[in-house]
């Protein structure tokens, strides 16, 4: 794996730990702590949160002893399967991100949004 490659992932594991990080404020405020009706409608995103995690803690992992051993078709199918079993979660756009890392790894700026829709779609995905 290069140096590229690994910027990205390191990139994508941190932009996931953002996506996590709002779930410290779910039920923060005291009426919200026995209503369910709230509860209800921040079960999805819990559980996404909780699925990014799980998703993403192997690869930080791998990136602490330099991706040794790491196998991205794993990484990525795991992704796939994540997308499959809870979607409308927009989990897609974390490969959008790590296309992105790369792009800006290499080029040393982030990509327009036009060459983040060629970046895409040479990926394999449409806009």
Same mark, same amino acid.
């Given at each position: 794996?290069?140096?590229?490659?690994?910027?990205?992932?390191?990139?994508?594991?941190?932009?996931?730990?953002?996506?996590?990080?709002?779930?410290?404020?779910?039920? %923060?405020?005291? @009426?919200?702590? @026995? #209503?369910?009706?709230?509860?209800?409608?921040?079960?999805?995103?819990?559980?996404?949160?909780?699925?990014?995690? #799980? @998703?993403?803690?192997?690869?930080?992992?791998? %990136?602490?002893?330099?991706?040794?051993?790491?196998?991205?078709?794993?990484?990525?199918?795991?992704?796939?399967?994540?997308? %499959?079993?809870?979607?409308?979660?927009?989990?897609?756009?974390?490969?959008?991100?790590?296309?992105?890392?790369?792009?800006?790894?290499?080029?040393?700026?982030?990509?327009?949004?036009?060459?983040?829709?060629?970046?895409?779609?040479?990926?394999?995905?449409?806009?």
């Amino acid at each position: 794996m290069d140096f590229a490659q690994k910027y990205a992932y390191r990139y994508l594991i941190y932009q996931g730990t953002l996506a996590i990080r709002p779930i410290a404020f779910v039920g %923060s405020e005291w @009426w919200q702590r @026995w #209503n369910l009706v709230y509860w209800r409608r921040k079960r999805t995103q819990i559980r996404s949160a909780g699925q990014v995690a #799980n @998703w993403l803690h192997n690869a930080a992992l791998f %990136s602490a002893i330099d991706f040794d051993g790491f196998d991205e078709d794993v990484f990525w199918s795991e992704l796939d399967a994540l997308k %499959s079993a809870f979607p409308g979660n927009e989990f897609e756009r974390f490969r959008d991100i790590f296309l992105c890392a790369l792009f800006e790894f290499n080029e040393g700026r982030w990509p327009t949004l036009h060459e983040q829709s060629v970046l895409v779609k040479e990926a394999g995905r449409g806009v």
